[in-house]
């Protein structure tokens, strides 16, 4: 599986989506990839020759040079189908009234694994996730701000609300693979923010750096493919911070309340979901006993 991005402008998506999903439906990928006028965002499984291949590709183009990939071993594909989609920004922070993030112009200054973790350990630091709520709630750093929020461009606003308190201080940002921080930080340097940084390459570079190998994240990192949660912490300080909304027992393993209108992902261990079924509270539970659907399924497989 390969996890990438690329800022560089393309001055025609549609012809380079049209390149990009034959050479892919050729090498018989599959995963999900954005392509906007600011680059490319994507993740792909394959076979190990084809996933090479289509390395070799990318990093042939000239509109991609210095690509960077992220790779993991998988048992088989991690998605059903290969979605590739054109979109106006390949990371949307949400700025419609006043220009978009060029994390080609301006960022946040990058820190390695190793820096990341030392600057953690300064006094008066402030750590802040750069993603989206439920991606915390499965797994963070150690005494990071979680910011109470269900989409990448509300940002924003949260973080102008937040300037005050962080004027004067040395601001951390993470993200999955490092994307969305590029802008993140970015935008906070535009807001008059001075000492601002990111963690390069995201907690998945975080997780397999030879050094830290994960040290105080806690939980699991929420991907968006089938595996939903990944290892990244290999360390003594390894927990699971997650638990099951029925009995509160430690539980990692997401899954969908099965209330169709709900949908919402939640913790439920085996056993409750056997006993109590995958349902978020009794209103869902209830709701859809009215409907006729079942609330526990004795053969159903947690996530």
Same mark, same amino acid.
């Given at each position: 599986?390969? &996890?990438?991005?690329?800022?560089t402008s393309?001055?025609?998506?549609a012809?380079y989506?049209a390149?990009?999903?034959?050479? *892919?439906e050729?090498?018989?990928? /599959?995963?999900r990839?954005?392509?906007g006028h600011?680059g490319?965002n994507?993740t792909?499984?394959?076979?190990?020759?084809?996933?090479?291949r289509?390395?070799?590709a990318l990093?042939a183009?000239?509109?991609?040079?210095?690509i960077?990939?992220?790779?993991?071993?998988t048992?088989g594909h991690?998605?059903p189908?290969?979605?590739?989609?054109?979109?106006d920004?390949?990371v949307?922070?949400?700025?419609p009234d006043e220009?978009d993030?060029?994390?080609n112009?301006?960022?946040?200054g990058?820190?390695?694994?190793?820096?990341?973790y030392?600057?953690?350990q300064?006094?008066?630091v402030v %750590?802040i996730?750069?993603?989206?709520d439920?991606?915390?709630? &499965?797994?963070?750093?150690k005494?990071?701000? *979680?910011?109470?929020?269900? !989409?990448?461009r509300?940002?924003p $606003?949260?973080? /102008?609300?937040?300037l005050?308190?962080l004027?004067?201080?040395?601001?951390?940002t993470?993200?999955?693979?490092?994307i969305?921080?590029?802008?993140? !930080?970015?935008?906070?340097?535009?807001e008059?923010l $001075?000492e601002v940084? +990111?963690l390069d390459?995201?907690?998945?570079t975080y997780?397999? $750096?030879?050094?830290?190998?994960?040290?105080?994240?806690e939980g699991?990192?929420?991907?968006?493919d089938?595996r939903?949660? %990944?290892?990244?912490?290999?360390t003594?300080?390894?927990?699971?911070?997650t638990r099951?909304r029925?009995c509160? !027992?430690?539980?990692?393993?997401?899954?969908?309340?099965?209330?169709?209108d709900c949908?919402? +992902?939640?913790?439920?261990c085996?056993p409750?979901?056997?006993?109590?079924?995958?349902?978020c509270?009794e209103? *869902? /539970?209830?709701?859809?006993?009215?409907?006729g659907l079942p609330?526990?399924?004795?053969s159903?497989?947690? %996530?």
């Open positions: 599986m390969l &996890l990438y991005y690329r800022y393309i001055a025609d998506p012809a989506h390149a990009h999903r034959a050479l *892919c050729s090498l018989e990928l /599959r995963g990839i954005i392509i600011e490319i994507g792909v499984s394959g076979t190990v020759e084809n996933t090479n289509y390395r070799a990093e183009d000239p509109l991609l040079a210095g960077e990939f992220k790779i993991d071993p048992d991690v998605f189908k290969l979605s590739i989609k054109v979109r920004e390949i949307t922070l949400g700025l220009a993030i060029d994390p112009a301006l960022t946040g990058r820190l390695s694994p190793v820096e990341f030392e600057a953690m300064e006094e008066d %750590v996730d750069g993603r989206n439920y991606e915390a709630e &499965l797994g963070r750093f005494n990071a701000i *979680c910011p109470p929020l269900r !989409s990448f509300d940002f $606003d949260w973080l /102008r609300d937040k005050p308190d004027r004067g201080r040395k601001i951390l993470y993200c999955t693979g490092g969305r921080c590029e802008k993140l !930080s970015g935008f906070l340097r535009r008059g $001075d940084y +990111q390459g995201g907690i998945v997780g397999k $750096d030879p050094e830290v190998r994960g040290r105080d994240f699991l990192c929420y991907v968006f089938e939903i949660g %990944v290892e990244v912490n290999h003594e300080t390894r927990r699971i911070i099951c029925v509160g !027992s430690v539980e990692s393993r997401y899954g969908n309340c099965r209330w169709p949908n919402e +992902q939640i913790f439920v085996p409750c979901r056997e006993s109590h079924g995958l349902f509270g209103s *869902c /539970r209830e709701a859809a006993r009215a409907e609330a526990v399924v004795p159903e497989n947690p %996530v």
